[in-house]
């Protein structure tokens, strides 16, 4: 299958920055491809993938949704770029004062979808991520683990053929976090979603996804599968698959 989303050569420089936090990040996800993406903190996993959505802006090279450049774009291009991804962010970001069921129903809103289909479709959606019951809750009703799941659904709700979804799996326990693992990676074989998932539990992760990116001194090293992550020879990927306190990190 084609490339959904693709990074040619990129470059972030925070803003305030001089120099960027990484440069010549090169990868594609395909249609139904699940991309495992990891490193240290701090390396820049969040702020690639806002890059990805057009939130942050890049410095140098390309990122390609389908066909379209994200840096090509103008304002309006880039809303209708941004309505193809969807994305569970790293602190959840869902509306404090919005019920479950409305925070999964808001990208279907937003994309002027009548209050009745997007009712129907986000209890759909809910009952995937099995929280049907807990529609009418508020945020700060839910644990940790239901919170990640809404912000699953809200990014799933609207079918979008690109989903990031920056750290699904911290601090939940091993259990709630393969669950969830198992939401993402269903949407990628069921529904053909090009998918990135970052995380820093590569026992965890790297088994449920085709290929891997590791986020190192300012560069990106990608590899085709999540196997060959594994079995990477480089010391400091090593150290971070292990988590030694031994190593060049
Ligand atoms: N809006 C911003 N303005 C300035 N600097 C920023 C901004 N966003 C991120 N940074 C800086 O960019 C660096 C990378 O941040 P980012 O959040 O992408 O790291 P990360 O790899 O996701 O880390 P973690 O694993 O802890 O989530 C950090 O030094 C951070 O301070
Ligand atoms: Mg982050």
Known sequence: MSALIRFEKVA????GWEAPLFHEVSFSVAGGELL?????????????LKAACGLVPISAGSIFVGEESIDQAGDIELFAIRRRI?????????FDTLSVLQNVAFPLLRRGISQDLARERALIELERV??????????????????????IARALVADPPVALFDEPIAGL??????????LVRTACDNRGVAAIVV????????????????????????????L??????????????????????
Do not use: W, Y
Not at 12 to 15: E, G, I, L, R, S
Not at 36 to 48: D, E, H, I, W
């Open 36 to 48: 495992a993406l990891t490193g240290p903190s701090g390396t820049g996993k969040t702020l690639l």
């Open 130 to 151: 099995s929280l049907s019951r807990a529609k009418d809750l508020l945020p700060a009703e839910l644990s940790g683990g239901m919170r990640k799941r809404v912000g």
């Open 199 to 226: 995380g820093h539990e590569t026992d965890t992760l790297l088994p449920a996804c085709d290929s891997a990116g590791i986020l190192l001194g300012g560069n990106l090293a990608h590899f085709e599968t999540a």
């Open 173 to 182: 326990d091993p259990v709630t976090g393969a669950r969830i693992l198992d």
């Open 86 to 94: 969807g994305m569970l962010f790293q602190q959840g970001a869902l």
């Open 228 to 249: 060959a992550a594994r079995q990477a020879k480089d010391p400091a990927v090593r150290q971070l698959m292990t988590g030694s306190l031994e190593g060049p990190l």
């Open 12 to 15: 972030v420089t925070p803003p």
